[in-house]
């Protein structure tokens, strides 16, 4: 039978060969371009971005230090910049319907064109139209009215009066009203006069007066149609007038704009809506004073204003919008409201576009983990992708309960690409619950966490080395220095045969190295900095685990490194705390006797245990059955408890010393406490790969070291995990001394022969194990646990 193997040194750390780096400093390196060791994820990109066809938006996915945001910002502004801009979008008011402002295009930089000549024209009229009113030929045309009127009406009263005159009656006007007084030797006769005559004289003159009265009435009977032809006349010649004085300023535009039907339609309509309203806008205001050419301009820009939406004129190709709070208003626009005398109003002036107007024609870039803070966006998003049009309105309208008056601006058409960086999680999550997801974004652009360490990755990584030193403004590196981050690269990629791709992470360690470089004094960065770099950033970290070590040396949470002891054994766990982790062993006991409970998990009875650890306790039956009771029913009660435990526990990397635990408490056989084991099992004791293995390998030397090495303690491994081993110095230093030992096995029999100094024992043809083994005495302890259930 095969036994554990022992690492030496060069199993533990998988140094860089410094003549893979051709170079003194990275001073002579050329530049990176483009993305490291993301050949595929580059490729998706480009097919995505080349795919001109609907639903064809991006997921970007991968850790958040892979420089995923950065590739995909500079990859879309590359293209951007090799294809035409799109259009200008205005909104104008709706001459027609005030509710539905209208939505213009206009080539890409002609939108402010358009804007400026609007307000040229609108200045224009400001002062053309007062002037107009105000030329002599108007003003005889309007007093040519005024006469025929009033000549009309001195015509009727004319004949009243000579019949008056005839009753010794005169007819007079006062402020505007007409009247009639009785007359004595060519005067007026006033109240005493009047008084003086007879009876008979009076009810004469009354009775005259009632008949003049009568005879008046019946000759004005034709003044309202007068005054309401002259009326006509008047507008007529207001409106002959303005349309005279602005037909000038609006021709150049019509010709101008003659390829835009829609836009020569608009003049049309502002020039008939300006000359029904000249009068008023060039009359008094409402005070009775005389408008300013201010105020007049100020009302047409009110009315006629452009209220640009989208300006590309500075824009290079294609827009590449971030929207870095991706809330509903700044991404699909608002209609706005001002406040006058208390009461809330607006108007098409105060519609305002979002990001997707800004993007509208090339890419915008969200994160998704910002995208589904707010609500209603997202269903927004899908299902403006699916009309492809924009579409301005207050999603919360119908929640308020009330119904406002506001603006229900024309929608615009949509044709962009939605680039969405988020989590592998969120990407399948979506994948599975949303079935729009899939059919709006088909390109999924995967971000490896990691690169082949390769000859060639190797080069490449010392050119990404200088360019991001240089993107930062740090010195540059010898070719020890970046020898030791291509090695700590791998340990960050947590496999020999790797290199990580978090470049963010990277970029980080070489500016804090920087910061020592400084402090020191240093020309490069070397090797010394990028150390001092890394023990600050663990110092800063580590007061968790420096609290657990003390709490194992004070013997407040119990863990031996020495002597051998009966069902008990140290077990590797990882903790986790924000993005700190650390190892740290972990005591693991278990207990024998009669009965048929089986393998009792206390975790999970005190739902502290997480379903994949269950999962790795219920594997323990299914061992022990399968290897040792195919001639007996399999009859025991057991428990198994991670000792001083108090959160929750998840994960089958304690299986492996789970079942040594519970052979050792099986068989009263005694395991070195100079051991800890990581690793999980399956049915079969066949030992599987864990994660996490470097940090729960130092856990344990770290806790060796304090309370005193004695060349006895080491750890056990999965052998599958050896690639994985990229230790820290203190570790693989004490190996070399002998000091600590790593030992890798493969299956549960070799963990048993390190862990008890005893032979597992071999299958004989029988079925039985040899006599005398460890295996032996598991068989004959259960059948004799099955006979006292019996």
């Not at 005169?170 to 008084?195: C, H, I, K, N, W």
């Not at 090495?709 to 990229?726: D, S, Y």
Request: charge should be negative; charged fraction near 25%.
């Amino acid at each position: 039978m095969d036994s554990a193997t022992r690492l030496d040194i060069d199993q533990l750390y998988r140094n860089c060969n410094p003549e893979l780096l051709p170079f003194k400093t990275t001073e002579t390196l050329e530049d990176f371009n483009g993305i490291y060791g993301q050949e595929r994820a580059v490729e998706a990109m480009e097919f995505g971005i080349g795919m001109h066809r609907p639903g064809y938006n991006l997921f970007v996915m991968g850790h958040n230090q892979s420089g995923r945001f950065s590739f995909v910002m500079d990859t879309l502004k590359r293209e951007a910049k090799k294809a035409k801009k799109p259009l200008d979008w205005c909104y104008l008011n709706n001459i027609g319907d005030l509710r539905h402002p209208q939505a213009f295009y206009f080539a890409s930089g002609k939108a402010a064109v358009f804007k400026s000549d609007i307000q040229h024209l609108l200045e224009a009229i400001a002062t053309e139209l007062p002037s107009a009113y105000e030329n002599p030929a108007y003003q005889r045309a309007k007093s040519r009215i005024e006469r025929d009127f009033n000549r009309l009406y001195d015509q009727a009263l004319e004949q009243v009066e000579n019949r008056a005159r005839s009753k010794n009656i005169a007819l007079y006007r006062d402020a505007g009203s007409v009247g009639f007084t009785p007359v004595a030797d060519g005067q007026a006769m006033d109240e005493a006069a009047f008084s003086q005559l007879s009876e008979e004289q009076r009810n004469q003159i009354n009775a005259d007066i009632n008949q003049l009265e009568e005879f008046m009435n019946e000759s004005l009977t034709s003044l309202p149609i007068w005054r309401r032809e002259s009326n006509e006349r008047q507008k007529k010649l207001e409106h002959d007038t303005a349309r005279a004085a602005m037909a000038p300023l609006f021709q150049p535009l019509k010709e101008k704009y003659a390829s835009q039907p829609r836009v020569v339609n608009y003049f049309n309509q502002m020039e008939v809506e300006l000359t029904k309203h000249a009068s008023d806008l060039v009359g008094d205001d409402k005070l009775g004073e005389e408008r300013s050419k201010a105020t007049r301009l100020a009302q047409l820009e009110h009315q006629f204003g452009v209220n640009l939406i989208v300006d590309h004129q500075k824009t290079k190709g294609l827009p590449v919008v971030f929207e870095s709070h991706p809330s509903y208003d700044n991404l699909f626009g608002r209609v706005e409201y001002s406040s006058e005398m208390g009461a809330m109003v607006t108007n098409y002036q105060l519609v305002r576009g979002g990001s997707l107007h800004r993007a509208n024609g090339g890419y915008l870039v969200l994160e998704a983990e910002k995208l589904f803070e707010h609500p209603m966006v997202w269903s927004a998003i899908k299902r403006a992708l699916k009309s492809a049009k924009i579409k301005i309105e207050n999603p919360f309208a119908e929640l308020a309960g009330i119904n406002t008056i506001t603006l229900d601006p024309e929608s615009i058409p949509l044709e962009l690409k939605v680039v969405i960086i988020g989590d592998r999680e969120l990407y399948y999550m979506l994948q599975q619950m949303d079935p729009d997801f899939s059919k709006l974004f088909r390109v999924v652009v995967d971000f490896d966490d990691d690169v082949p360490r390769t000859d060639a990755s190797i080069r490449n990584y010392a050119r990404l080395v200088r360019t991001l030193s240089q993107q930062e403004n740090c010195a540059h590196l010898n070719r020890p220095a970046v020898a030791r981050l291509v090695e700590h690269s791998s340990r960050m990629a947590e496999d020999q045969a790797l290199l990580s791709a978090r470049i963010g992470d990277m970029k980080d360690l070489i500016c804090e190295a920087d910061f020592k470089r400084q402090m020191d004094g240093d020309e490069l960065i070397q090797v010394a900095h990028i150390e001092a770099a890394l023990e600050a950033k663990e110092r800063r970290t580590d007061r968790l685990s420096t609290r657990m070590r003390e709490e194992i040396l004070n013997e407040v949470v119990l863990i031996n490194t020495e002597g051998t002891a009966i069902g008990k054994s140290n077990g590797l766990t990882v903790l986790q705390v924000g993005e700190v982790s650390f190892g740290t062993p972990a005591r693991i006991t278990a207990t024998v006797h009669p009965g048929d409970k089986g393998i009792v998990d206390i975790e999970k009875e005190v739902t502290l245990g997480q379903p994949i650890h269950s999962k790795g306790v219920m594997i323990l039956t299914g061992y022990l059955g399968h290897k040792y009771a195919q001639n007996f029913n399999l009859s025991l009660s057991a428990n198994i408890a991670l000792e001083q435990s108090y959160g929750y526990v998840d994960g089958d990397s304690a299986s492996l010393a789970e079942i040594c635990t519970l052979i050792s408490a099986l068989t009263h056989t005694p395991i070195k406490q100079s051991f800890a084991l990581t690793g999980s099992i399956n049915q079969y004791g066949e030992v599987q790969a864990i994660g996490g293995v470097n940090e729960k390998i130092e856990g344990f030397f770290d806790v060796c070291t304090a309370k005193g090495l004695t060349g006895e303690q080491g750890v056990i491994i999965p052998k599958a995990n050896q690639r994985n081993l990229m230790l820290k110095q203190s570790v693989v230093q004490a190996v070399a001394e002998g000091m600590f030992h790593v030992y890798t096995v493969a299956t549960v029999d070799q963990a048993l022969e390190l862990l008890t100094g005893r032979k597992p024992g071999v299958r004989k043809p029988d079925g039985g194990f040899t006599q005398r083994s460890l295996n032996y005495e598991v068989v004959k302890r259960l059948k004799e646990l099955a006979k006292v259930k019996g």
